[in-house]
């Protein structure tokens, strides 16, 4: 039986590239930034590919996002995605996890899926809570830490990361995943799939479009970020360069730290 | 009196330590409450009173520890519908996560994520603060629903202190567990325990990066940690290159560190991982880059080759053993 699988994927600033905050609109500053797929979906995107393959189902990229957020959508599609679909509206500017997760949630829901798969935090926001709340909101279980995944006969089993080990946790599908890092190595995409992911479907929908207009972005705001400051920066020490005095440095300086 | 819940994960009838942590703290918040679920929270009961907690509620089903997330977020629902609380504190651990985002989307009310504080938010409610970009700039949120609004709290943002003569009631809870439900079960447990101290307590930690080049060329981290009776950390470049268990990763994804001195080698410094360590009393910086962001965290930096390096640092610690 084919598997099909949903991902949902983030365009974020590269995070490379320096990160900064807006004074005036606490947002990120997006502007004179590389945009990129998220490091993190890139390995959600493999694993759906992985899966869908492996049955002979479609992967299909979802993502919420400003126009240009297109882009990403089209990188996940040259790696092997099928057809996309993009959330595009102005009032979900400054959308929480939230609000996101509801927009996800109303998006694939008119998708035939059996897996939906998600990076289990975005690198550049890292509260990892719009994969849970997907969840929740779709009634379907939440596989999460997934640094291992196998789907068969309509169950999804993962390796979940603990703090001392892993957990082998297994669930029916249809089901939420999130994968780790470690979970593969995704793929380049090839010039071939470059080129046809130019053709591949994606499509727009606005908030009135998936039935949430006025209950998701500004006006469905479940928080506000009131203030930023700069932490206190530790104080930069000394910086020696080794010209073979450097090991002796060490060990003089844990001794004074008294930790030998 | 405002009404502060800790979720308190147990292992084994042992609350976790952020969960001590997060009593110790919302002691000057309010009046502080405990929720322990699984096999062992009525033995936990005990230390969460003795850091505060008035109330524990407590329910032994092993529903709790053999299915995530659910069966946790169907009580915890019923609890806050009933009790009223003002906030809901969970320490930023896997589990507490899952529960965390499941329950903000059950009851529709704001998830804070990441938070190094909580307090009073002017005009009443509350503000929470949270590190971002690597722990350099601090973001102040107020939440903004109805209904108590739930924040994931990083470990040790917080000190765990006993508080005398406090002691705990107990409300012992018996409502039926709905495990009918698709849901995720766990199957088997496995272990990937390191060798020596624990990094959550270790006093000196030695943490390797890609800077190693090889895990082979991993050992030189090993070795040097042996020496000291340290601890052995590495980032996540080196733990998603699978050259060391996630056990081992330091940093936004992986633990947060404490130690009285933390020597990065081949660690270049990045966000991801420095918002893990940058806590550390001292920090010794070994890398061949003297641009690594690494440097400007470090109290004593050493710019060279760690493959010399290391090996005659490891040498110079043995003879002075002697």
């Known amino acids: 039986m084919a598997i099909n699988v949903v991902v949902c994927v983030k365009q974020i600033p590269d995070p490379s590239a320096p990160a900064r905050l807006d004074p005036a609109s606490k947002r990120l500053v997006r502007e004179g930034v590389d945009l990129v797929l998220d490091p993190g979906d890139e390995h959600a995107v493999e694993a759906a590919l992985q899966v869908a393959e492996g049955a002979g189902g479609e992967v299909t990229v979802v993502s919420m996002g400003p126009a240009r957020a297109v882009d990403a959508i089209r990188r996940a599609l040259s790696m092997g995605g099928a057809r996309g679909i993009h959330v595009q509206d102005p009032a979900l500017q400054n959308s929480d996890a939230l609000s996101t997760a509801r927009v996800l949630a109303a998006a694939v829901k008119g998708q035939p899926f059996d897996l939906i798969v998600c990076g289990q935090e975005s690198t550049d926001g890292s509260t990892g809570a719009v994969p849970g709340q997907l969840a929740e909101l779709l009634g379907l279980p939440l596989l999460s830490f997934a640094r291992k995944l196998s789907v068969e006969e309509g169950k999804a089993s993962i390796h979940r990361q603990t703090d001392e080990g892993y957990d082998v946790v297994e669930a029916p599908l249809p089901a939420v995943v999130t994968v780790t890092g470690g979970i593969n190595d995704p793929r380049y995409p090839s010039l071939r799939g470059i080129m046809q992911s130019k053709n591949k479907e994606v499509r727009q929908l606005t908030l009135e479009a998936i039935g949430l207009s006025g209950k998701a972005g500004e006006k469905a705001l479940t928080q506000e970020v009131v203030d930023l400051q700069p932490a206190q920066a530790r104080k930069a020490g000394r910086v020696i360069e080794d010209k073979g005095e450097g090991a002796r440095e060490i060990v003089d300086f844990l001794a004074e730290l008294k930790v030998i | ?322």
Request: without cysteine; neutral net charge.
């Open chain 2, 1 to 322: 009196m405002a009404r502060i819940w800790v979720y308190a994960e147990t292992v084994e009838g042992k609350p976790k330590s952020v969960a001590l942590e997060l009593l110790t703290k919302a002691r000057d918040l309010g009046e502080p409450e405990a929720v322990a679920l699984g096999p062992g929270a009525s033995a936990a009961v005990e230390s969460l009173g003795k850091h505060g907690a008035r109330v524990v509620y407590a329910h032994e089903d092993p529903a709790f520890r053999d299915v995530l997330a659910s069966p946790a977020v169907d009580l915890l629902e019923k609890l806050v519908q009933k009790h009223g609380p003002d906030l809901l504190l969970f320490g930023m651990t896997y589990d507490s996560r899952d529960i965390a985002s499941r329950l903000s989307a059950r009851l529709g009310t704001a998830l804070i994520a990441n938070a190094t504080d909580v307090g009073p938010g002017q005009g009443g409610g509350w503000a929470v603060v949270s590190p971002i970009f690597g722990g350099s700039t601090l973001v102040t949120t107020v939440p903004r629903t109805q209904g108590p609004p739930i924040v994931l709290v990083r470990p040790k943002a917080f000190a765990a202190q006993p508080l005398e003569g406090s002691a705990a009631r107990v409300e012992t809870l018996t409502d039926a567990v709905d495990t009918s439900r698709p849901a995720p079960r766990v199957l088997k447990r496995e272990k990937e325990e390191a060798q020596g101290p624990r990094l959550d307590d270790a006093a000196v930690i030695v943490s390797g990066g890609r800077g190693l080049g090889s895990p082979e060329n991993f050992k030189l981290v090993d070795d040097l940690a042996a020496q000291l009776g340290a601890a052995v950390g590495a980032s996540r470049a080196v733990v998603d290159a699978g050259w060391k268990p996630y056990a081992f990763q330091v940093g936004q994804t992986g633990k947060t560190v404490k130690p009285t001195v933390y020597i990065a080698v081949g660690i270049s410094g990045a966000m991801q991982h420095t918002v893990g360590m940058k806590g550390a009393r001292t920090i010794i910086a070994i890398n061949k880059d003297p641009e690594a962001p690494i440097f400007k965290l470090a109290d004593l930096g050493v710019v060279g080759d760690l493959n010399r390096l290391v090996p005659q640092l490891t040498e110079e610690l043995r003879k002075r053993k002697g």
